[in-house]
């Protein structure tokens, strides 16, 4: 069992900032791409950012310019960094990545959700 937890989230406002991470544990050999879901009310789970091992990223439209994905392999850690934050941007973000368990097995790991809200 692979398990990913996620932190950072809680109650700011409008233009403000937050930092979320999330921190894999378990028995795995590799974590080439970790990633940032998100999903709002009554909206389906949306990817918001991705980072390989290499620390290539990639952003969702409605976040880019205004959040930061960023890793510490040593740590197994990935992070988001969340500046400007504006009220669409509530939801509840999740960790996932695809992850190497054994030569010929990688299996798909979800975090258990942290709670962003954004107020005016």
């Known amino acids: 069992q692979v398990q990913l937890v996620e932190s950072g989230g809680g109650l700011v406002q409008a233009g403000g900032s937050l930092r979320l991470s999330c921190t894999a544990s378990?028995?795995?050999?590799?974590?080439?791409?970790m990633n940032w879901y998100r999903q709002a009310p009554g909206k389906q789970r949306e990817l918001v950012a991705h980072?390989?091992?290499?620390?290539?990223?990639s952003y969702a439209n409605s976040v880019k310019g205004r959040f930061t994905i960023s890793r510490d392999n040593a740590k197994n850690t990935v992070y988001l960094q969340m500046n400007n934050l504006k009220l669409e941007d509530t939801a509840v973000y999740y960790c996932n990545a695809p992850v190497q368990v054994a030569p010929q097995a990688l299996n798909d790991y979800w975090g258990q959700g942290t709670q962003v809200t954004v107020s005016s």
């Open positions: 378990g028995s795995f050999f590799n974590i080439n791409v």
């Open positions: 980072i390989t091992s290499g620390g290539h990223t």
